[in-house]
T-cell receptor
């Protein structure tokens, strides 16, 4: 299965702390995407990182990709209560259909004020 | 742009009834996706349209499920007859290209009694 798996399943931190979530996948990819889902809402795209990239930044978000370990991490710095949400990684499959994104089960992040 | 629009937001129906979910993608997006999200199975791709043409419906669970896209600005997902195990949140998403980031609608929470 190409499915990405996030780790941990749940994470609880205090406001101001950093939060790190990990994603592992099984086969080679073209790109990996991270999404956020607030309770009762749709998913919101955060970052797309390509297989030839190692690191990407967007505001307080930092994503790394290690294709040799088939893993990615999402770091949220200086967390805020508003960052409370579920975070999903999604992968395609190199050589597979370009529209097929497989989503993991997500990490539930709770940021306590 | 208002983003991806879905209706209804909530639907409660009885087993055996027909259910129709509606989606308006972002104007100009050529790719449209229907997903189903449950706690047990996570986010599953049901069907993918490109330029209004169904490309992959392999994720549609049974013949009770059907989807159409009569034009670039409208798609429907129909379940007939509905069953309690169809209870889930159904998301519509669109993207500029098949491999690009997805823009998700707010979802329809379906409960089949």
């Amino acid at each position: 299965s190409q499915q990405g798996e996030e780790d941990p399943q749940a994470l609880s931190i205090q406001e101001g702390e950093n939060a790190t979530m990990n994603c592992s996948y099984k086969t080679s990819i073209n790109n990996l995407q991270w999404y956020r889902q607030n309770s009762g809402r749709g998913l919101v795209h955060l970052i797309l990182i390509r297989s030839n990239e190692r690191e990407k930044h967007s505001g307080r978000l930092r994503v790394t990709l290690d294709t040799s370990k088939k893993s990615s991490s999402l770091l949220i710095t200086a967390s805020r209560a508003a960052d409370t949400a579920s975070y999903f990684c999604a992968t395609d499959a190199r050589g597979g259909s370009n529209y097929k994104l497989t989503f993991g089960k997500g990490t539930l992040l709770t940021v306590n004020p | 742009d208002a983003g991806v629009i879905q209706s209804p937001r909530h639907e409660v129906t009885e087993m055996g009834q027909e259910v129709t979910l509606r989606c308006k993608p972002i104007s100009g997006h050529n790719s449209l996706f229907w997903y189903r999200q449950t706690m047990m199975r996570g986010l599953e791709l049901l069907i993918y349209f490109n330029n209004n043409v169904p490309i992959d419906d392999s994720g549609m669970p049974e013949d009770r499920f059907s989807a159409k896209m009569p034009n670039a600005s409208f798609s429907t997902l129909k379940i007939q007859p509905s069953e309690p195990r169809d209870s889930a949140v159904y998301f519509c998403a669109s993207s500029d290209t098949p491999e690009d980031k997805r823009f998700f609608g707010p979802g329809t929470r379906l409960t089949v009694l």
